[in-house]
């Protein structure tokens, strides 16, 4: 966290300072951690083991982490996925998006998903795998950075342009293949391209044999609230024959998907 972060939680009268810390302790738990000892927990959350020792007991108690008795490490417990099926069956966006979803899936045979912008990420809220998913890996929950990923570039396409380019940015533009895009400019010119297609395209840019096409999804005021895509391999089409068996179909789910 910045310090200019920090700083504005510290003069936030309305900012409780112990939710913010337990969730700072919940969310230190992930793949590279998830398992953690009291002195651990203590390190990846910036606080003394006193206070880390006193969240990790009332996030055990409430049933957020549960305590192996051999190891004494603490884990995520069933009861946090509570609040991401809870974040599903209240999304008025997911609940519109599910049906389109389910057709598409059955038309195209492929992965096809619901993704939303968070900072200069896409965060994947729904999402239905086909028998040819290459990364299995990408799940519901799943984050990616924007620029190199068609729903990404989709919801950028309907921002200002002003808007657009702070993300960009904001991202850190890394080379995940030979193929990935990272100049400023250039992401500029792709986003300004979909914008007038109505659609967008990646192929390997963040792995390789991986291609994938999506278009926005309008909410109230004319805001752009996510993108639906398809994912599918190059190893079975060509970037061309993507564009021209799924453009029309993936114009149309997103259009289905808005609010008009």
């Not at 994938?212 to 005021?221: D, H, M, N, R």
């Not at 179909?249 to 808005?258: D, K, P, T, V």
């Amino acid at each position: 966290m910045s310090t200019q972060a920090q700083k504005g939680r510290k003069t936030n009268p309305l900012m409780v300072q112990s939710v913010a810390k337990a969730f700072r302790v919940l969310q230190a738990f992930d793949s590279k951690h998830p398992s953690m000892s009291l002195s651990e927990i203590a390190e990846q959350t910036n606080m003394d083991l006193s206070a880390a020792q006193r969240f990790a007991y009332t996030l055990q108690h409430l049933g957020y982490l549960t305590k192996n008795p051999v190891t004494r490490q603490f884990s995520l417990a069933l009861k946090t996925l509570d609040l991401g099926y809870n974040y599903r069956q209240s999304s008025e966006l997911v609940g519109r998006a599910m049906p389109v979803l389910q057709h598409l899936s059955k038309q195209t045979e492929e992965t096809v998903n619901l993704t939303i912008l968070d900072g200069t990420e896409i965060v994947y809220i729904a999402r239905i795998q086909s028998r040819h998913v290459l990364n299995a890996d990408v799940t519901t929950g799943t984050r990616l950075p924007a620029y190199c990923m068609s729903p990404g570039r989709a919801i950028l396409s309907q921002m200002s342009e002003e808007d657009a380019r702070a993300v960009i940015a904001k991202s850190d533009l890394q080379m995940h293949t030979p193929a990935t895009v990272t100049d400023p400019d250039r992401l500029m010119q792709l986003i300004a391209e979909v914008r007038v297609q109505g659609y967008a395209v990646c192929f390997e840019e963040l792995y390789r044999g991986d291609a994938s096409i999506a278009a926005p999804i309008i909410g109230p005021g004319d805001k752009v609230t996510g993108a639906v895509s398809i994912a599918t391999s190059l190893a079975r089409f060509s970037p061309e024959e993507v564009t021209e068996n799924y453009a029309n179909l993936i114009i149309a789910a997103g259009r289905s998907i808005s609010i008009p």
